[in-house]
């Protein structure tokens, strides 16, 4: 007789295999590797697609570090000249300064911004005592900066 494996429900969450077990019960697509969570989220756009954005879930100092990748500053380089992208730096510092729950990033990892570089939206949260519903909330927080910033920003 084959013993079958029960599939226990994420109540408290407090390490990243924890993470990735809580993000399928809430329907996410989640892998544990060794940097983190891999997941991502999908924004529906006006004509009926969508477009995917992977995200990257890591620990750091007791919190979990939420990074969404939006786009690559050459896709930006592809939709805005030099001076769109100059204005389009000042918009998103503006952004940062604003009360929100998540921020703005660039993900430059040899200090010279290239093409490459990768803009990401970012939020934390404390880990230790943290709910399924905390995370939900923390995904859900992170599709809604998504679906303001990238329509209007972001083509």
């Not at 697509?29 to 891999?38: E, P, Q």
């Not at 750091?60 to 990748?69: A, Y």
């Not at 503006?94 to 009360?99: C, D, G, R, S």
Request: aromatic share 4%; glycine share 6%.
């Amino acid at each position: 007789m084959a013993e079958t494996m029960e599939v226990t429900e994420i109540t408290r969450i407090s390490t990243l295999a924890e993470v990735q077990q809580a993000l399928r019960q809430l329907g996410y697509h989640a892998k544990l590797t060794d940097d983190g969570v891999m997941t991502g989220v999908s924004l529906a756009e006006e004509d009926g697609s969508s477009r995917d954005f992977p995200m990257l879930i890591t620990e750091e100092q007791e919190s979990l570090e939420f990074n969404c990748q939006v786009c690559t500053i050459g896709d930006l380089e592809k939709d805005h000249n030099e001076n769109a992208l100059g204005v389009l730096a000042w918009v998103f510092l503006a952004l940062n300064t604003e009360v929100q729950p998540w921020a703005i990033g660039l993900i430059n990892p040899d200090g010279v911004l290239d093409s490459t570089d990768t803009v990401v939206l970012t939020d934390s949260v404390p880990l230790g005592d943290l709910s399924i519903e905390e995370l939900e909330s923390a995904m859900t927080t992170l599709l809604r900066a998504l679906a303001n910033v990238v329509p209007t920003f972001i083509n």
